[in-house]
Every structure is written in structure tokens, then in C-alpha cells.
């Protein structure tokens, strides 16, 4: 079976675009994370003057400083071992992950023990985008990356989301249409998880009801005292894109639901961003965004970039292990080399 082609300047440009989105969702949703409330806010310059950084991007970030260091055959206990080395998150699933951590708990039992509230949180979710990113074309790879990460610190349907949205935006490299993006990653799962039911759910309410009965639904539903719930607020996500049409303007249609804001914009900001890639997000995005990079205080000693576009560089320069070691796309026109990680240099367990 030939391997699907890639150009090395496409793969970069949907990458800046796809962290592009995670920016710009980033920065408009943190101002109302956790008004579980709709909304009717419209877009301005004003909402990007205050950059913010965030955990949603934070944890990528963390993981990119691993691979670049270790390349693509990560597993388990390189990711227990850079967490705690690394996050001081005190909060939520994250708090409980580095307890469960310090009691000698290894994955998937760090996301488990004593996690009954936050464990179908949006902590992991959140993350997703770097496995995709990692993986162009390759899916099951990067649902396969995106598990033993979720496991850290969630189970069930957290993890579910996190697979989906790591397939869907590995997909999204070769596939320009949201629509199919979604149905090609639904493909991916039994009809009777969690998740695709979540998806064929929603789906139907929005082939028959007005976008604002789907969002009062999703509600009624899924809604849970906590905010950072995943169900209700993957819903909300999958809503705004499905509204989309493919256009970053969609980004909006997300912040209008509120809830989980930051999660829910940023994560269709994202895959709409690989969707559309840098060149063809409008100005406008772009110049509010800008190129600037924030990285919280609670990850510490790492080493990154402190531009969207350097992260994007090194996105790319590390998932040329990835795509090398798993062989099912062929970078074509790249002069870039990977980072110097071989084999021999990994520890595997």
C-alpha cells in the first residue's frame, strides 16, 4: 500500500494554523472560563489585548519538550516521569494525578484512585492537538498516544474525547472538510461507546433543531455542576463546529456557549486552524492572535519557544520521528532535520 504524501511546507502551515486556533480560543475563552451560561459576545480587538497563558496549551507544550528529547517511542513512564518532574499544578485532576504520583501509582491507576470528581473533567481533552499533530494521516497512532496520556489523570469518557479529537485532527490534514473530519473519526469507534453516541447524538439534533434548541439540549442533558465536565462541553464543540462551515469565524459560534469556555473555543479554534492551515486564516486572526507564546509558571524547567511560530518549527522538527517511525506518510520537499533522538537513545519498557 503506498504511503500517503505530504509536503513538509503544508504540514508546518496547517500546524501554525492549528496553534493559531488554540491561541485565539485560549485568549478569548479564559476571561469567562466557568459561566455556565450562554452568551452573546462579539468580536473585537478588545477581547486580545490581554494574552493569557493556559493549560490547555501548557500540557502540549510539556509533551513536546519529551519527545524532542526522547522522539517516538514514548511510552507510559516517560510521561509519569516528565509530569513529575515538571507540572506544579495543584488544582483538580492534575493535584490528584501528582498525589497518586507521590504514592507510587503508575498509569492508567494515577488517573483512577481518589479521582471521583474531576475524572471526566476536560484536563485531558484539552490536549489533544499535539498527538495529531505528531501523527498527520495516522490516526490510530495518535488515538494510541492520546490514551496513555488521558490515563494520567482521567478515565472513561475524558478519554474517549481525548482519542477523538487527536484522530480528528490527524485526519485533518488530508481531509478539508469538518463534516467528514467528524465522520471519519466517529468511524474510528464501536457504535456503542460513550463518545459516538455523544456524536451521533448531537449530530441529529443539529440536522433537525435550530442551533440554539441544540445548545439548550446539549444542556439538559449533559450538564453537570461541574463546569470543566467533558460530555457537555465536547458537545458544545462538536456544535460549533458542525455550525462552522469550515470558517475560523466559528471560533465565535464557540465562545457563545460558554461553560468551559477557554477548552471549548480553543479546541475548535484548533482544529479548525489545521483545517483552513496558517496561509488561509484571515488577517484578522492572525494580527489579534499575534506570535507570542506564554507558557504558565507551574511548568517548570523546560525548555521551549516563546512564539507561536517557533512552536509550530518545533512541532514539525519533532514529528519527523513519528512519521519516520511509523511509516504511513511520506514528508516530501523537506530539507528539515529531526531532533537527534535514535532508537538506542530510548529507553523502552
Not at 493569557?52 to 510521561?79: C, P, R
Not at 465565535?252 to 479546541?267: E, F, I, K, Q
Not at 484548533?270 to 507564546?293: C, D, F, H, M, T
Request: with cysteine; aromatic share 12%.
Amino acid at each position: 500500500m503506498s504511503k500517503k504524501q505530504l509536503h513538509y511546507k503544508t504540514y508546518y502551515d496547517k500546524v501554525l494554523g492549528g496553534w493559531i486556533g488554540k491561541c485565539a480560543g485560549g485568549i478569548l475563552g479564559a476571561p469567562i472560563e466557568g459561566f455556565k451560561c450562554f452568551n452573546e459576545i462579539e468580536l473585537s480587538d478588545k477581547l486580545f489585548e490581554t494574552n493569557f497563558s493556559n493549560d490547555d496549551l501548557d500540557l502540549q507544550i510539556l509533551w513536546l519538550d519529551m519527545v524532542k528529547q526522547k522522539g517516538a517511542f514514548v511510552n507510559e513512564f516517560d510521561l509519569k516521569e516528565h509530569w513529575v518532574k515538571h507540572v506544579k499544578f495543584p488544582w483538580g485532576e492534575y493535584g490528584i494525578a501528582s498525589r497518586n504520583f507521590s504514592l507510587g501509582l503508575d498509569i492508567p491507576d494515577s488517573g483512577k484512585h481518589n479521582n471521583h470528581y474531576w475524572y471526566r473533567g476536560m484536563g485531558s481533552p484539552i490536549r489533544s492537538e499535539i498527538w495529531g499533530m505528531l501523527n498527520p494521516g495516522n490516526p490510530t497512532k495518535a488515538m494510541y498516544f492520546a490514551k496513555i496520556d488521558s490515563e494520567l489523570d482521567h478515565e472513561g469518557f475524558s478519554v474517549e474525547a481525548e482519542m477523538f479529537l487527536s484522530a480528528a485532527a490527524s485526519i485533518a490534514f488530508f481531509e478539508h472538510d469538518i463534516n467528514n473530519i467528524l465522520k471519519e473519526t466517529a468511524a474510528l469507534y464501536p457504535t456503542n461507546s460513550e463518545i459516538a453516541n455523544l456524536v451521533n447524538t448531537v449530530w441529529n439534533w443539529y440536522n433537525k433543531f435550530d442551533k440554539k434548541i441544540v445548545a439548550g439540549k446539549i444542556k439538559s442533558r449533559y450538564g453537570d455542576a461541574d463546569f470543566t465536565s467533558a460530555p457537555q462541553n465536547i458537545a458544545f464543540t462538536l456544535l460549533a463546529l458542525l455550525q462552522s462551515a469550515n470558517s475560523m469565524d466559528g471560533i465565535m459560534d464557540a465562545l457563545h456557549y460558554g461553560h468551559d469556555s477557554d477548552c471549548v473555543v480553543a479546541t475548535a479554534g484548533a482544529l479548525l486552524g489545521i483545517v483552513n492551515g496558517y496561509q488561509q486564516i484571515p488577517e484578522s486572526w492572525k494580527e489579534r492572535v499575534g506570535n507570542e507564546l506564554l507558557v504558565s509558571p507551574e511548568i517548570v524547567g523546560i525548555e521551549h519557544t516563546d512564539t507561536v511560530s517557533g512552536l509550530a518549527e518545533e512541532t514539525c522538527k519533532a514529528g519527523l520521528s513519528f512519521i519516520d517511525a511509523f511509516g504511513e506518510v511520506e514528508l516530501i520537499e523537506t530539507n528539515v532535520k529531526p531532533y537527534n533522538t535514535t532508537l538506542d537513545e530510548v529507553t523502552i519498557t
